[in-house]
């Protein structure tokens, strides 16, 4: 299966010899172990010791592990190594990630790294040390938990494929065998948490029973979230993220989509470099990347998302018709759902995955909170308007109990379970006034209510929930 680098391919040719030199001490190329947690990312690093006091002016190396259970994330030559020339840059450096024969963005089957540290012969790798040369972070796949695999070094990786080998004594290479040796590295996946969880905040809806038109909450806006869920030690920073959730259009018509304030974190506080979003008429996709690489923009890179806790990411302005429930006394849900929107922009919910700036993997370790928004018919109950105290009889109780738990700040008494009936003058609000009309109509011959008086009677939309006054 042919292969190609994401990047530069390695190369030495103009330092390395096919031919071991037999004067070569021990060389060893070390993978640490690494704990995965499963659909999380984890790091293993790569070190190289020399073992002997040979100078060592550059080394080449490929990576390969068990695709079934990880996919590679991204790659960081060390700062370490990056400092090795001590007045100016390496003469060569190059990380890159091997990206498989099938061109599919993400599918990956491993990492090579190539070094020469100084074209004159003047710096080397300290001889008698072991330094941490590489570092890669992986995504473990979901599924793995209780399982192991293997991360090693390995001559397979890249087009052509590069060869582990360190360079020494004026550019002879040794290759694996007595002189270079390798150790590799064990992956222990075990259960996890979600990291993300995306979450839909709305409010219910009202809707007259008899006429089936809306009464309360019938515009409003509904906030798709995002939160970080794990802690620090298992945090990966995020490089943009995709989602897709699906309405009915019976019910719901989406106005307008529109970036929440939580995208403002991303790229600096810039907010982010790419946000696509659709209304497709029955979802709305959204898609969200960071596309300033230090070097070629291919990939996302490196937005901060780890002050995320529950920030909003995106805003809809919603209308909901209510209609087609006339006659319905009992009510219903309508869903907003995670999902495909169907238009290929945001058609899957993922976090992607940018730890090391060099590629993006979508994260599927995401918790997902559907929304039931309530469809609740309002029902209208009768009420005698003045009788604040809901015993039947208006009187200068029901003016006591109207200043005692309306009037008074703060309120010294019960508020009763019908507002409406405590508004005599049916002004639309409960003051002192009120209890002038009431105090009027009963003492100094002022006119009665006009409205649910003097038999109960409804206010279609009246705040009156509950009333045990009226029959």
Do not use: K
Not at 466 to 471: E, I, K, L, M, Q
């Amino acid at each position: 299966m042919t292969r190609t680098i994401v990047g530069l391919s390695i190369c030495l040719v103009f330092c390395l010899s096919s031919a071991a030199s037999a004067q070569m001490g021990d060389y060893v190329f070390t993978i640490s172990d690494a704990t995965a947690g499963e659909s999380l990312t984890y790091t293993q690093t790569v070190s190289l010791s020399v073992m002997n006091s040979a100078d060592v002016s550059g080394w080449s190396m490929s990576i390969c592990h068990d695709t079934s259970r990880s996919d590679v994330c991204g790659i960081e030559t060390t700062s370490v190594v990056l400092g090795l020339n001590l007045i100016g840059p390496l003469f060569f450096q190059n990380q890159a990630i091997d990206d498989a024969a099938t061109s599919v963005p993400g599918s990956t089957d491993g990492a090579v790294q190539g070094i020469v540290i100084d074209q004159g012969g003047f710096f080397f790798f300290p001889n008698g040390s072991t330094l941490d040369v590489l570092e890669i972070s992986y995504l473990a796949n979901a599924g793995t938990a209780g399982q192991t695999s293997t991360t090693s070094i390995c001559n397979t990786v890249g087009t052509p494929n590069v060869e582990p080998v360190v360079v020494c004594c004026g550019g002879q290479s040794v290759g694996i065998g007595p002189n270079l040796q390798v150790v590799d590295g064990t992956v222990s996946y075990t259960t996890s948490d979600s990291q993300w969880s995306f979450g839909v905040a709305v409010g219910s809806v009202g809707y007259d029973p008899v006429t089936g038109l809306c009464t309360s909450n019938c515009t409003q806006t509904v906030h798709l979230t995002l939160a970080n869920t794990v802690d620090n030690a298992q945090y990966t920073e995020g490089a943009g993220l995709s989602m897709g959730i699906v309405y009915d259009p019976t019910v719901v018509t989406v106005n307008s989509v529109t970036q929440g304030p939580g995208l403002s974190v991303l790229n600096g506080g810039a907010g982010p470099d790419l946000y696509l979003a659709n209304n497709t008429g029955t979802g709305v996709s959204v898609l969200v990347q960071n596309t300033n690489l230090p070097a070629i923009p291919v990939l996302p890179y490196n937005p901060d998302l780890s002050v995320w806790g529950g920030e909003t990411v995106v805003t809809l302005d919603c209308t909901f018709d209510t209609t087609a429930l006339a006659g319905d006394m009992i009510g219903t849900n309508t869903a907003f759902a995670w999902g495909d929107a169907g238009d290929g922009i945001g058609n899957s919910v993922t976090v992607v995955c940018g730890e090391r700036g060099l590629v993006g993997l979508s994260a599927v370790a995401v918790d997902l909170a559907d929304a039931a928004v309530g469809l609740t018919p309002a029902i209208d109950l009768p009420f005698l308007r003045g009788d604040c105290n809901q015993d039947g009889i208006v009187n200068i109780a029901d003016v006591v109990w109207t200043i005692s738990g309306y009037i008074t700040m703060p309120p010294i008494g019960d508020q009763g379970q019908c507002a409406e009936a405590c508004d005599t003058n049916e002004d639309d609000s409960i003051d002192i006034s009120d209890v002038i009309y009431t105090l009027s109509y009963r003492f100094t011959g002022g006119p009665e209510p006009v409205n649910q008086f003097p038999t109960c009677d409804v206010d279609p939309g009246a705040d009156c929930a509950n009333n045990p006054g009226c029959p």
